[in-house]
């Protein structure tokens, strides 16, 4: 198509923040007025119209601002995973412009409800709501880019699978296509996409089940990991730091889930180093390693084999399982008595 045929070209839609003003403004003219003078009509009708402009604008900003009013019962892993696709602290940043920017709309709406009583030409009244628009608009297109983000924020929250920090957990790592989601689909009830391809998994999903002392389990399926050079790392997908994420961001148990059969595509020694670097990075977390796929290969490791396909050793995992689960809950009790505090990110007393 030839550069010069502007006609051609598809009119962009009006922004989040040009949509919002037009219907600020247009809701503003349904004012009535009231009074006894044309002039007491007129002022009612300004100071009118700025109020209604006013309340639909901060209404507005203010519900953008509200899926995150309580951030303190957002938990860790979800925090993490909007720093992680926003950037560090831009979600915080974007929250507070749009604060800053209702406060200003309040103020410039005030100015003008304080100059209406005296004002007594009548185009002097036009001039006051024109400024009122002006300045309004100005504060709302300033955070058009804030408003951008709070809506994807919100999407994301939305979508995101939801890690109870106050849940006991059994998060599952290891290298991609070792069996992890079909371990998932073994212990809980829920059912996540397997197939026979590295990185199926995605994002994280959770299911629940009844193990050990403690009411109720989230076990938590994360996408495929790989070791890899520092350079390379750097450059490591979404779905892989969605892992870290998990891992750093949550408590409990972890199951290092390896494949001895390299049916995965990946040999076991390169599986291993992935298991080194999760017990230097986390020396403290109680890491079980479980062998998938004992129905292919059966090798003398002295670690517990599963298989996800026949079922096979699934009763000895859930046992070993409930046994560590009641030793995380006992810490985690002797700590509460010992502290007298009851800390975020370990299981409430629900055992
Ligand atoms: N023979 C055999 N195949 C299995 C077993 N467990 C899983 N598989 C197969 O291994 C492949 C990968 O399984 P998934 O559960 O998707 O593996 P994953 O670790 O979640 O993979 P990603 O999400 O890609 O990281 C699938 O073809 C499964 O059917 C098992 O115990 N034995
Ligand atoms: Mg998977």
Request: hydrophobic share 35%.
């Given at each position: 198509?030839?550069?010069?045929?502007?006609?051609?070209?598809?009119?962009?839609?009006?922004?989040?923040?040009?949509?919002?003003?037009?219907?600020?403004?247009?809701?503003?003219?349904?004012?009535?007025?009231?009074?006894?003078?044309?002039?007491?009509?007129g002022?009612?009708?300004?100071?009118?119209?700025?109020?209604?402009?006013?309340?639909?604008?901060?209404?507005?900003?203010?519900?953008?601002?509200?899926?995150?009013?309580?951030?303190?019962?957002?938990?860790?892993?979800?925090?993490?995973?909007?720093?992680?696709?926003l950037?560090?602290?831009?979600?915080e940043?974007?929250?507070?412009?749009?604060?800053?920017?209702?406060?200003?709309?309040?103020?410039?709406?005030?100015?003008?409800?304080?100059?209406?009583?005296?004002?007594?030409?009548?185009?002097?009244?036009?001039?006051?709501?024109?400024r009122?628009?002006?300045?309004?608009?100005?504060?709302?297109?300033?955070?058009?880019?804030?408003?951008?983000?709070?809506?994807?924020?919100?999407?994301?929250?939305?979508?995101?699978?939801?890690?109870?920090?106050?849940?006991?957990t059994?998060?599952?790592?290891?290298?991609?296509?070792?069996?992890?989601?079909?371990?998932?689909?073994r212990?809980?009830?829920?059912?996540?996409?397997?197939?026979?391809?590295?990185?199926?998994?995605?994002?994280?999903?959770?299911?629940?089940?009844?193990?050990?002392?403690?009411?109720?389990?989230?076990?938590?399926?994360?996408?495929g990991m790989?070791?890899?050079?520092?350079?390379?790392?750097?450059?490591?997908?979404?779905?892989?730091?969605?892992?870290?994420?998990?891992?750093?961001?949550?408590?409990?148990?972890?199951?290092?889930?390896?494949?001895?059969?390299?049916?995965?595509?990946?040999?076991?020694?390169?599986?291993?180093?992935?298991?080194?670097?999760?017990?230097?990075?986390?020396?403290?977390?109680?890491?079980?390693?479980?062998?998938n796929?004992?129905?292919?290969?059966?090798?003398?490791?002295?670690?517990?084999?599963?298989?996800?396909?026949?079922?096979?050793?699934?009763?000895?995992?859930?046992?070993?399982?409930?046994?560590e689960?009641?030793?995380?809950?006992?810490?985690?009790?002797?700590?509460?008595?010992?502290?007298?505090?009851?800390?975020?990110?370990?299981?409430?007393?629900?055992?």
């Open positions: 198509m030839p550069k010069d045929r502007k006609e051609d070209t598809v009119e962009e839609s009006p922004s989040q923040a040009q949509r919002l003003l037009d219907m600020a403004f247009h809701r503003a003219t349904t004012v009535s007025r009231k009074g006894k003078t044309p002039l007491d009509r002022r009612s009708l300004t100071a009118g119209k700025i109020g209604r402009a006013c309340g639909m604008l901060l209404r507005h900003l203010s519900l953008a601002r509200a899926p995150f009013r309580r951030m303190e019962e957002i938990p860790p892993f979800t925090i993490a995973l909007l720093e992680e696709r950037g560090k602290g831009k979600l940043r974007s929250l507070n412009r749009v604060r800053v920017a209702e406060e200003r709309i309040i103020g410039f709406r005030r100015e003008e409800e304080k100059k209406i009583p005296r004002l007594v030409d009548p185009a002097l009244l036009k001039e006051s709501l024109r009122f628009y002006g300045r309004a608009s100005s504060a709302v297109r300033e955070v058009e880019a804030d408003l951008a983000r709070l809506e994807e924020a919100a999407t994301l929250l939305k979508q995101s699978p939801h890690i109870d920090p106050a849940v006991p059994v998060v599952v790592v290891g290298y991609p296509n070792v069996g992890k989601s079909s371990l998932l689909r212990l809980t009830s829920a059912s996540p996409k397997v197939a026979s391809y590295p990185f199926t998994t995605l994002t994280v999903s959770i299911g629940h089940a009844e193990i050990g002392p403690i009411l109720r389990t989230q076990v938590v399926d994360t996408p790989l070791v890899r050079t520092p350079k390379k790392a750097k450059v490591a997908g979404g779905p892989e730091r969605e892992a870290m994420v998990a891992l750093e961001t949550s408590t409990g148990i972890v199951i290092f889930l390896v494949d001895p059969t390299g049916s995965c595509g990946w040999p076991l020694e390169d599986q291993m180093k992935l298991l080194t670097r999760i017990r230097e990075a986390y020396p403290e977390r109680r890491t079980i390693v479980v062998e796929k004992v129905d292919l290969m059966h090798a003398e490791t002295g670690n517990l084999k599963i298989s996800c396909l026949t079922g096979e050793g699934i009763e000895e995992l859930t046992e070993v399982l409930k046994s689960l009641k030793k995380e809950h006992a810490a985690w009790r002797e700590m509460v008595l010992r502290t007298g505090e009851m800390p975020q990110t370990t299981p409430e007393g629900n055992g």
